[in-house]
């Protein structure tokens, strides 16, 4: 089976669909090169997940290189987030033709020293305007220093704030630098990022490494956060929203909102965890009698906004924050949208047509049918972990 090589939102839900038809099947096959990093809204996002599902569906998760040329096989799967996901959940790696070889251990210290330089980095891992952070629960690389305090005979526990402001604020100068031409971000668009980034990150932590049971660690089990900085003319956001109207209508409202600028600046922040999501982990939590499988969509969006509307917490008491609720309180401030992609849902809120009115009903609108959540949902294939995708516009100099 090939995973898509241009990383759209629709390729990737098509490469979901095919996924969950088949049972089994040998290997996953990366193509050579990717598209559609700075040029599809989402789609990393999308991609990161659904390497997550591939990796916690696949018993036998083989996954195949295409030889390149012109290109280092492992250093390109070390570099790409979605490949990287993919690699930490294999079983075996191997080279087309050469199925002999397995190349697991090579990508594994590979992956390792990765992870150990992104620690030494404030903005992470970079490869262009992208700026990421991997965190692979099932090993000893899921704490990250930036992120975690570690002291011995103690769990890791997430830091304050204010570390959390400061990393996606480097983020996403970092990620905005390599496009150019966007200001730095005022003090208080600076804070609301830094309060949403600190409550995704809770979010994840908490209910997005675990299994069934809280005292066990997913396996496999990885974690991707990132930033990204895009710049788009009028014609290329076109383009990047082609064949998703609900995409095309929030980039034509910032663009009515900023009529003088020749191009349109944005951050993407993704946020994306492996783990049970919404509804699997709120029936988790609360021994439901039955399963996923007996509920309908509509009980799963009511779950969901149970979980969206608080966040209990088994953390300390000094790194509770305040739920999701703050999260899109600060997303209306920004004029920012989100995607969020959970188990069969497919959800978007545009804050920007849509803003958040604090104790509202925490109400999401289908992605396909752009439709209120509450009135139509479409079923989507059951996709593992939690995928949230925010697009905020950014003032140019």
Not at 252 to 273: L, W, Y
Not at 280 to 299: F, V
Request: charge should be neutral.
């Amino acid at each position: 089976m090939d995973f898509p090589k241009s990383i759209t939102i629709n390729a990737c839900e098509k490469f979901l669909d095919n996924l969950l038809e088949k049972d089994e099947f040998e290997t996953l096959r990366l193509p050579v090169g990717t598209t559609g990093y700075a040029s599809s809204f989402g789609g990393l996002a999308s991609a990161i997940q659904a390497a997550n599902t591939w990796g916690r569906k696949i018993e036998s998760r083989v996954l195949c290189l295409t030889p390149s040329s012109a290109k280092d096989e492992i250093y390109e799967v070390i570099q790409r987030p979605h490949k990287f996901v993919a690699a930490m959940s294999a079983k075996s790696i191997v080279m087309l033709n050469k199925a002999d070889d397995d190349l697991r251990p090579q990508i594994n210290e590979a992956a390792k020293q990765a992870i150990e330089l992104q620690a030494c980095q404030q903005h992470g891992q970079q490869r262009g305007g992208l700026c990421w952070f991997a965190f692979v629960d099932h090993s000893s690389k899921g704490f990250d220093r930036n992120f975690y305090i570690e002291r011995q005979g103690e769990k890791p526990e997430p830091r304050q704030p204010e570390q959390f402001k400061a990393v996606i604020g480097a983020m996403v100068d970092k990620a905005m630098a390599v496009p150019g031409g966007a200001r730095n971000l005022e003090r208080d668009s600076l804070t609301y990022l830094g309060r949403i980034f600190y409550e995704l990150f809770l979010n994840t932590h908490e209910h997005g490494t675990r299994g069934e049971y809280r005292s066990e660690w997913l396996k496999p089990g990885v974690r991707v956060i990132y930033a990204q900085g895009i710049n788009l003319s009028e014609a290329a956001a076109n383009h990047a929203a082609k064949g998703q109207p609900i995409l095309l209508d929030y980039l034509s409202a910032v663009t009515k909102r900023h009529p003088n600028e020749s191009q349109r600046r944005f951050v993407e922040i993704g946020v994306v965890d492996s783990g049970l999501g919404y509804c699997g982990r709120w029936l988790a939590d609360h021994q439901s009698g039955g399963g996923k499988q007996e509920l309908s969509i509509q009980d799963e969006y009511e779950i969901f906004k149970k979980c969206f509307s608080f966040r209990q917490t088994s953390t300390t008491k000094n790194s509770k924050g305040n739920g999701l609720p703050v999260v899109m309180e600060r997303l209306t401030k920004l004029e920012g949208f989100m995607r969020v992609r959970s188990g069969r849902l497919s959800l978007y809120r545009d804050f920007l047509s849509s803003p958040y009115i604090p104790h509202d009903a925490f109400a999401f609108y289908d992605w396909n049918s752009g439709g209120s959540a509450e009135k139509l949902l479409t079923p989507m294939a059951e996709a593992c972990g939690v995928s949230i995708s925010l697009i905020i516009p950014v003032d140019e100099k």
